[in-house]
């Protein structure tokens, strides 16, 4: 009797258990466990045409905005260091420029701020300057396909 009522009690407790976990089973889990905040599959990205005009206007704003802002105009990845994603940032720009030198403008920015872009497969870091110096440098071989440019002849 003990026996059969332990086991009564064992399916009880087991069966919703295994219902649930049927259930989160099917469910789609997040790609980002991030409390608040789901990710959820986006349009593809458009970047902007080469010339198209856009105004860089950031008056300390924090240094993920103008990421932000560049990523989806260029469609580009980015990471950000944590401690230099709330960095100030101040670009004041009177006048539009074209999305083609906006690559050039944001470097420069991130150049003024002492920070810099590490190559990434998929994505480019912003780390600090100081820290780029010990990255590894990618090198490439015969195997790889590339093919040093060639020098221009001298003509006496």
Not at 88 to 108: H, I, K, N, T
Not at 126 to 145: L, N
């Amino acid at each position: 009797m003990k026996t059969t009522a332990l086991l009564i009690l064992a399916c009880a407790l087991i069966a919703p258990r295994a219902a649930l976990a049927e259930k989160e089973k099917d469910e789609p889990k997040p790609s980002v466990a991030k409390p608040g905040r789901l990710l959820t599959k986006q349009p593809a990205c458009r970047p902007l045409a080469e010339d198209e005009l856009v105004r860089l206007d950031f008056d300390g704003a924090p240094l993920h905005d103008l990421v932000a802002e560049v990523g989806r105009a260029l469609c580009k990845n980015f990471v950000i260091e944590p401690g230099l994603a709330h960095q100030p940032v101040v670009v004041v720009s009177a006048l539009e420029l074209r999305a083609g030198a906006l690559w050039s403008a944001f470097l420069s920015i991130l150049s003024a701020n002492d920070l810099t872009l590490v190559d990434r497969p998929g994505y480019a870091a912003i780390v600090p300057a100081s820290d780029a110096t010990r990255e590894t440098v990618p090198t490439y071989g015969p195997r790889d396909g590339y093919t040093a440019p060639s020098l221009p002849s001298r003509r006496n």
